[in-house]
């Protein structure tokens, strides 16, 4: 029967591990694929194996590594899943959550107490940054938002206090590109952990924790997951990071993945080369039709030679990923005109989707917030974000052609 993939000793390559890594076959009835454990609890074979259970669970230096207690606590599904992605990101152990948010919120809650300080990259995913004004700082946590593709601001807003270092890489929706080594660096010499969200570029490009980061986060809602059909979140690290993750905070929070959340991410996971290769092959062909556009002021894709950190990204990445944003000549109305014309691309939020979804944030996600605030934060009135699917790239190119066509025309 299949065997279970050894953790740290695995030769294999990358696409071998995303479908067989974390899974082996069920010992008791040989079912090939995880079971969905949908199940609460778990039954002691007697006391003195309950107590046990339970001492192992809430002491961080030992951990939950047999056994199950309560689905909360984790679950034989779950844990497949962290097994997996704390494989493919190359870290020691892994655990999942609800959502992306609960994944990153927790990761706060554990790293930092009042008095601290926080160092965060100026354009992050708008609820990250929400989170740590509305709710780290209301707890007595220092902010410090800076460019984090500027080393210089980096290092000036360090503090003694200073305990995380906290960035995108690339950010949503600018696809601005950070030097992870660097920033780990910087962190390491002050002694403050450094976190990564890895959520567009996914282990298949990039992986944060061998370019000297501490904690990776995702959003497995988006590429991970794949399909778009669930919310669901992972952070990876050290096993005693993790296992302090989940006694300290994700036990006590509960925002625990479902067993059938933790399984279509399994799923999504498997094919996660496949995909990824195929929205870089389109978002590379997309990123290109619209440099040479003439309703198109700027393109923002690592992939083109003119980003401004395609050489870091070349060299601590191996691909540039699927979702680029750009900047429309015609402006507020440009872009509202191209929403409404799109047909094959979905008007939505969300990305990482097998199908192209695309959004224009002055008038839709961020249209309630002041034109100042939102300009300053990069999001002209004319930006445009694709997450670009799996599609044939002639016929996205075509529907945005379409699109593009009437925009130009003020249409
Ligand atoms: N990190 C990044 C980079 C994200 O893009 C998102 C969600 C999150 C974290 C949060 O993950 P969630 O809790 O939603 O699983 N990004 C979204 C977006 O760009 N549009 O809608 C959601």
Not at 309 to 315: F, L, Y
């Amino acid at each position: 029967m299949k065997k279970q993939l050894d953790k740290t000793q695995s030769t294999y390559k990358f696409s071998t591990k995303c479908c067989h890594a974390g899974q082996s076959c069920d010992p008791r009835t040989g079912a090939h694929n995880t079971p969905i454990y949908q199940t609460t609890t778990y039954a002691f074979q007697n006391v003195d194996h309950g107590a046990r259970l339970f001492s192992d669970a809430f002491d961080p230096a030992v951990g939950l590594q047999d056994g199950f207690i309560y689905t909360r606590f984790g679950n034989p599904t779950q844990k497949a899943l962290e097994e997996k992605i704390a494989v493919l990101e190359e870290g020691e152990a892994a655990l999942a959550f609800s959502s992306g948010m609960a994944a990153i919120s927790a990761v706060f809650l554990l790293l930092v107490k009042p008095q601290d300080h926080v160092v965060a990259d100026n354009s992050l995913y708008g609820t990250t940054r929400d989170f740590l004004v509305q709710v780290m700082e209301k707890f007595g946590v220092n902010l410090s938002f800076v460019d984090f593709s500027d080393l210089d601001q980096v290092k000036k807003a360090l503090l003694p206090e200073t305990k995380v270092l906290y960035c995108e890489s690339p950010t949503n929706p600018r696809l601005k590109c950070v030097d992870i080594a660097q920033v780990a660096a910087l962190a390491k010499t002050i002694g403050a952990a450094t976190v990564v969200d890895n959520t567009f570029f996914t282990p298949y490009f990039q992986k944060p924790l061998l370019l000297g980061a501490d904690v990776v986060v995702h959003s497995a809602t988006k590429y991970l997951s794949g399909h778009g059909d669930c919310i669901s979140g992972l952070a990876v690290g050290s096993q005693h990071f993790i296992n302090e993750l989940r006694c300290v905070v994700h036990n006590n929070m509960g925002g625990v993945i479902s067993p059938f959340n933790a399984w279509l991410v399994l799923r999504g996971i498997k094919t996660l080369p496949l995909r990824m290769r195929q929205h870089e092959e389109n978002a590379l062909a997309i990123a290109n039709y619209l440099s040479d556009h003439p309703a198109v002021e700027k393109v923002h894709y690592p992939g083109l030679p003119s980003h401004p950190q395609h050489e870091i990204v070349k060299r601590q990445a191996t691909g540039f990923g699927g979702v680029l944003s750009f900047e429309l000549k015609g402006g507020y109305e440009a872009g509202k005109s191209l929403m409404n014309k799109v047909q094959l691309c979905t008007l939505a939020v969300s990305l990482g989707d097998v199908d192209t979804l695309i959004e224009h944030p002055a008038s839709t996600t961020h249209a309630v917030v002041p034109r100042e605030d939102r300009l300053a934060a990069g999001l002209t009135d004319g930006l445009v974000r694709l997450s670009v699917g799996i599609e044939d790239a002639r016929d996205l190119i075509q529907d945005l052609a379409q699109g593009l066509l009437s925009s130009q025309n003020g249409v």
